[in-house]
T-cell receptor, first 112, second 113 residues
């Protein structure tokens, strides 16, 4: 089983729609969680951290369920500029050393 | 801050040649990561350093790959000899704390022909 698994996608949704991505992780020792965004031929950039209580940043909401080892990202009122690949990232602490593990990514296209 | 700086941005080389990729992390960041990205395998962690010391190199594919961090502001990833299957985008990233977010460089697009 992969350490981090995401919805395979691709997602094609109309502008203004709400879209949700899911991600599961296998290591219960995982300490911190992130969503990154990667545009075509660019480097990944942090979109938002994911906190246990859930957190919101404008149109974006991230949720964490430690019991189910599950992370989600919700995008409301999607914009054309939201088109990108979204990467679920889990920071695993093993024997005192951290390891950032990325999911394969989910490609999102917002259509006008 | 200039961010993480990688060079070269693009590299085309012939099979069998040595390739050296370079990275300058963000000043003050104690963690440095080397990743490789391909369509088939996504982003794979190759190796990471903490305070210039290699901590986990389990992702390095084979002995042809080596990485060094001689000081806090410079790291190299070397492939010798290079093979066509090494073609990928190689990213360097740095982080200021354990468990914190990583900031990525713009990557080096390597093509081995």
């Amino acid at each position: 089983r992969k350490e981090v698994e995401q919805d395979p996608g691709p997602f094609n949704v109309p502008e203004g729609a709400t879209v949700a991505f899911n991600c599961t992780y296998s290591n219960s020792a995982s300490q911190s969680f992130f969503w990154y965004r990667q545009d075509c031929r660019k480097e990944p950039k942090l979109l938002m951290s994911v906190y246990s209580s859930g957190n919101e940043d404008g149109r974006f909401t991230a949720q964490l369920n430690r019991a189910s080892q599950y992370i989600s990202l919700l995008i409301r009122d999607s914009k054309l500029s939201d088109s990108a690949t979204y990467l679920c990232v889990v920071n695993i602490l093993i024997q005192g050393a951290q390891k950032l593990v990325f999911g394969q990514g989910t490609r999102l296209t917002i259509n006008p | 801050d200039a961010g993480v700086i990688q060079s070269p941005r693009h590299e085309v080389t012939e099979m069998g040649q040595e390739v050296t990729l370079r990275c300058k992390p963000i000043s003050g960041h104690d963690y440095l990561f080397w990743y490789r990205q391909t369509m088939m395998r996504g982003l794979e962690l190759l190796i990471y350093f903490n305070n210039n010391v290699p901590i986990d190199d389990s992702g390095m594919p084979e002995d042809r790959f080596s990485a060094k961090m001689p000081n806090a502001s410079f790291s190299t990833l070397k492939i010798q000899p290079s093979e066509p299957r090494d073609s990928a985008v190689y990213f360097c990233a740095s982080s200021s704390r354990q468990g914190g977010e990583a900031f990525f460089g713009q990557g080096t697009r390597l093509t081995v022909v």
